[in-house]
């Protein structure tokens, strides 16, 4: 089915400098970053947008649940898959979606995740775009809320991560006969996950070039050889009571990864994780970037339901920001703030020059949307700059990346500023 929507669209401003820190002063050039909102839809249709190259036009589209909008307007929306409306206090039957070329015609499919414990599905983009895509099945049980695709393997070639009746793991597909379900290896003794579990991530933790599985308990480090799917050597430590994407990267730019997760996708906390020696072993020292009260973050930013993060180098300065924001109605009740306004948030990596702590400016993009179950990030109209999508019970969204330079007087009125507790 084509169609055609009407998208509202709003300016909504996230604010950065380009500086240079000399002795707690700044100076030089003053950029704003602005957002243009734009709605694809206002109803629930799932909580994990993506995007892809649909219809081969060498530019970026956006899939969220049944859909797909091409891009770079996002105004024509196409129907792949049968979809309905979903009651924002409940729940979708599409949690996660991801998109890579399955079976090697130069196409870009869609993966899509379902409710947890239930089916992983990829629908085989045809080419054309009328009519629904072929369906096959990925895997039929993916359990965790926050499965994660990419080359854990090494290999070249995208694996779902997930866990499965108790064991950690993931599914590798046959890419040389697509459409056969895909094989689970385990990674893992048996433990206590189950299909609500909370946090996942992977990255190369120790540095010897293999990707390790992060959970909130701790890691697990690759071996040098997957022949016969050993148990990966399990190295505890407890980064939080439940996280979301877990992810890892070298915030301290030292040559060491480090960990930055939610403490709880449906209270409070925010921290990042820096790698330390530990008695010629690995340990990690954390560092609070936002937490219960204004006052546990340096900006008096507070939220919760942290349900989904992604880091992308939003200012294009080689560090890599993080992206994130509030879930709304996560849980329909019951959580903390639960009706607080559904905010969206970039949250910019910083390295003073006297070689002081790293630590994280936070800048509002939008208050009336906040994340799903994932937040990508992706250059959708080839400006060189990071844009945001978002899908969850408030809408879909896009938010176009914009820049624009400004007066030292306009840059202080409107910077981010430290917090300062009433006195």
């Known amino acids: 089915m084509r169609k055609i929507i009407f998208m509202k669209r709003h300016i909504c401003l996230a604010l950065v400098l380009s500086f240079v820190m000399v002795?707690?002063?700044?100076?030089?050039?003053?950029i704003v970053h602005s957002f243009d909102k734009q709605i694809l839809s206002e109803k629930f249709l799932c909580e994990g947008a993506w995007y892809g190259d649909f219809n081969n036009d060498g530019t970026l589209d956006v899939v969220?649940?049944?859909?797909?909008?091409?891009?770079?307007?996002?105004?024509?929306?196409?129907?792949?898959?049968?979809?309905?409306?979903f009651d924002p206090k409940g729940y979708s039957d599409n949690f996660l979606t991801y998109a890579t070329d399955f079976n090697g015609d130069g196409l870009d499919d869609i993966l899509q995740v379902g409710f947890p414990g239930k089916e992983a599905f990829w629908y085989e983009n045809p080419g054309k775009s009328e009519g629904h895509w072929p369906r096959?099945?990925?895997?039929?049980?993916?359990?965790n809320e926050t499965p994660r695709f990419g080359d854990l393997t090494g290999d070249g070639l995208p694996e779902l991560i997930f866990n499965l009746e108790g064991y950690l793991g993931y599914a590798e597909p046959n890419w040389e006969q697509p459409t056969r379900q895909w094989e689970f290896h385990r990674i893992s003794d048996k433990g206590a996950w189950h299909q609500y579990t909370?946090?996942?991530?992977?990255?190369?933790i120790n540095g010897d070039g293999r990707n390790d599985i992060v959970m909130i308990e701790g890691w697990w480090e690759q071996p040098e050889s997957l022949e016969g799917d050993p148990v990966w050597r399990e190295h505890l430590f407890h980064f939080g009571e439940g996280g979301a994407q877990i992810l890892v990267t070298d915030i301290d730019t030292d040559g060491k990864s480090d960990v930055l997760t939610c403490l709880h996708p449906h209270t409070y906390g925010l921290a990042w994780y820096e790698q330390v020696a530990d008695n010629g072993g690995i340990s990690f020292k954390r560092h609070l970037i936002m937490g219960r009260e204004p006052g546990d973050s340096l900006y008096g930013v507070k939220f919760t339901q942290i349900?989904?993060?992604?880091?992308?180098d939003m200012n294009n300065n080689g560090l890599e920001d993080l992206v994130t924001g509030k879930r709304f109605w996560a849980h329909a009740e019951g959580d903390p703030e639960t009706d607080a306004p559904a905010v969206l948030y970039w949250f910019e990596l910083v390295h003073p020059e006297n070689g002081g702590e790293p630590f994280f400016i936070p800048h509002l993009v939008d208050d009336d949307?906040?994340?799903g179950m994932q937040v990508p990030v992706a250059g959708l109209n080839n400006d060189g700059l990071p844009d945001i999508i978002v899908s969850n019970k408030?809408?879909?969204f896009v938010f176009i990346h914009k820049t624009e330079q400004v007066s030292?007087?306009?840059w202080e009125r409107v910077r981010s500023k430290r917090f300062e507790p009433a006195k």
């Open 307 to 312: 349900h989904a993060l992604t880091l992308a």
């Open 136 to 143: 096959h099945v990925a895997f039929p049980v993916v359990e």
């Open 198 to 204: 909370h946090g996942m991530g992977f990255g190369d």
């Open 369 to 371: 949307s906040g994340v």
């Open 408 to 410: 030292d007087e306009e």
């Open 23 to 30: 002795s707690g002063s700044v100076i030089a050039g003053h």
């Open 394 to 396: 408030k809408g879909t």
């Open 64 to 85: 969220a649940g049944p859909y797909w909008y091409a891009g770079p307007e996002f105004k024509e929306r196409m129907e792949f898959r049968e979809g309905e409306e």
